[in-house]
């Protein structure tokens, strides 16, 4: 999974390769890992169209797709601390039923926006909309 000087981290929006915010990994010596899915068990918001905002549900959620990358531990703070407000770390399981960190959504940040979860992840609804 990861060991002491590194972690891996799930981004499910701007953080992902090519996005608004990739270059907050890179510039800390992150490494794409693989493309992954989350379980059935999340919802998915576009925050002002400006990025996403996902967070675990007990009933009704869905798979969503992100990307894992292999980020150095000393470099996980300077990532975060450049993501909008309302967004936060936590754990977040994945298809294979591994849980790794990851960029979750306060609730709170989601109330009122559009939620997308039907689109299954950000790049698919940015897709419909572009």
């Known amino acids: 999974m990861s060991n ?12 992902m390769r090519g996005l ?3 270059p907050n990994l890179l510039s800390v010596g ?12 999340y919802r998915i918001f576009s925050i002002n169209d400006r990025h996403p ?9 869905v798979s969503v797709a ?14 975060l601390v450049k993501e909008p407000a309302g967004l936060c770390v936590g754990k977040v399981k994945l298809a294979n039923g591994e849980e790794v ?3 979750l959504a ?14 299954g992840g950000w790049r698919a609804y940015r897709a419909s909309v572009d």
Request: with cysteine; charged share 20%.
């Open 66 to 79: 992100v990307e894992v990358w292999n980020v150095p531990a000393s470099g996980l703070a300077d990532i």
């Open 4 to 15: 002491s000087s590194s972690i891996l981290l799930a981004v499910n929006g701007t953080l």
């Open 101 to 103: 960190l990851g960029v």
């Open 106 to 119: 306060e609730v709170i940040l989601c109330t009122g926006q559009r939620e997308i979860s039907e689109f």
């Open 30 to 41: 992150a490494s794409f890992v693989r493309e992954d899915r989350t379980v059935s068990a």
């Open 53 to 61: 905002g996902m967070y675990r549900v007990a009933t009704g959620g």
């Open 20 to 22: 608004e915010l990739n």
